[in-house]
T-cell receptor, first 111, second 116 residues
């Protein structure tokens, strides 16, 4: 069955450093992959979408890579700030728009 | 742009009663809306997909007679939890997309349902 794995441990980094989050998947060939931010008790907030034929996407301090051979996506936040502290979700999508979510990685940025 | 609202934000109901949750796209027309459920410290699980004017498509294991979904307009979808039980207590989140297919989804703030 389809499986998505994100960094199981919480990620603690110092302000100003680059945070790198990992999303690995098996038994699936997604048409695209999305990254979301979720704060406690709130709905996810869309960050980036990258399609299967794209290698890299950037948006301000965010960068996502997508390697369909390795079945892996990396999500980077450069010059991290305490306000970036949240849970980050990876989601795989098919052509029909249906998303399958990973369990999320909790990021904590210390000042 | 792309704002999605949900109402209510939280609700407490007694076992056996029904609860309706509304999901609205405020500044765009949502051809497709999705309903998810999230238990504490767990991932979002898709319950159903609804397209305006047609019946919802439910995921395996989700009872369509228990979770009634109506997508009557391009800006409104409702989820009714019928005969709620304590095990239905969860965080229910909707999302909306501009069009069918592979596009970003915009999520509502979620509704916390507690069944006593």
């Amino acid at each position: 069955s389809q499986k998505i794995e994100q960094n199981s441990e919480a990620l603690n980094i110092q302000e100003g450093k680059t945070a790198t989050l990992t999303c690995n998947y098996t038994n699936y060939s997604p048409a695209y992959l999305q990254w979301y931010r979720q704060d406690p008790g709130r709905g996810p907030v869309f960050l980036l979408l990258i399609r299967e034929n794209e290698k890299e996407k950037r948006k301000e301090r965010l960068k996502v890579t997508f390697d369909t051979t390795l079945k892996q996506s990396l999500f980077h936040i450069t010059a991290s700030q305490p306000a970036d502290s949240a849970t980050y979700l990876c989601a795989l999508g098919n052509q029909g728009g249906k998303l399958i979510f990973g369990q999320g990685t909790e990021l904590s940025v210390k000042p | 742009g792309a704002v999605v609202s949900q109402h209510p934000s939280w609700v407490i109901c007694k076992s056996g009663t029904s609860v309706k949750i509304e999901c609205r796209s405020l500044d765009f027309q949502a051809t497709t809306m999705f309903w998810y459920r999230q238990f504490p410290k767990q991932s979002l699980m898709l319950m159903a997909t609804s397209n305006e004017g047609s019946k919802a498509t439910y995921e395996q294991g989700v009872e369509k007679d228990k979770f009634l979904i109506n997508h009557a307009s391009l800006t409104l979808s409702t989820l009714t939890v019928t005969s709620a039980h304590p095990e239905d207590s969860s965080f229910y989140i909707c999302s909306a997309s501009h069009s069918q297919g592979a596009n970003e989804q915009y999520f509502g703030p979620g509704t916390r349902l507690t069944v006593t």
